[in-house]
């Protein structure tokens, strides 16, 4: 009976140490689920940093074509102006570069029915 009782004691002991190793590794366990979940969460704001950083450069981006295509306007108008100064003496170029206008303005006119 007596060898028994001691067996029975060193199973229950082993397992008691089992039960105390099985709780460390839980402790353990939750802490890299928790540490997990932070970095999960640092990359979701990465995430998001860079999307808002993606938009705010495709709208510079869509200000930056809208200036461009300002300027050759300009640029335009202001090649047509000197063209139209009294210093320029060729109507003939002048006639071609207005009706080049108006078949620009006549397309964009076209654009805009559609």
Not at 9 to 14: A, S
Not at 62 to 69: F, G, V
Request: hydrophobic content about 35%; overall charge negative; aromatic content about 0%.
């Amino acid at each position: 009976m007596e060898s028994r009782l001691t067996t029975l004691f060193v199973k229950v002991e082993r397992v008691l140490k089992e039960n105390s190793s099985l709780k460390n590794e839980k402790i353990i366990l939750e802490n890299e689920i928790i540490e997990l979940k932070n970095q999960l969460l640092g990359v979701k704001n990465d995430k998001l940093d860079l999307q808002n950083e993606n938009s705010t450069l495709k709208s510079t981006i869509d200000i930056q074509r809208n200036t461009l295509n300002e300027l050759k306007e300009q640029n335009k108008i202001i090649k047509l102006a000197k063209e139209m100064s009294p210093d320029s003496s060729d109507n003939h170029e002048l006639k071609i570069k207005i009706n080049e206008l108006v078949r620009d303005i006549d397309r964009c006119i076209d654009l805009l029915n559609e």
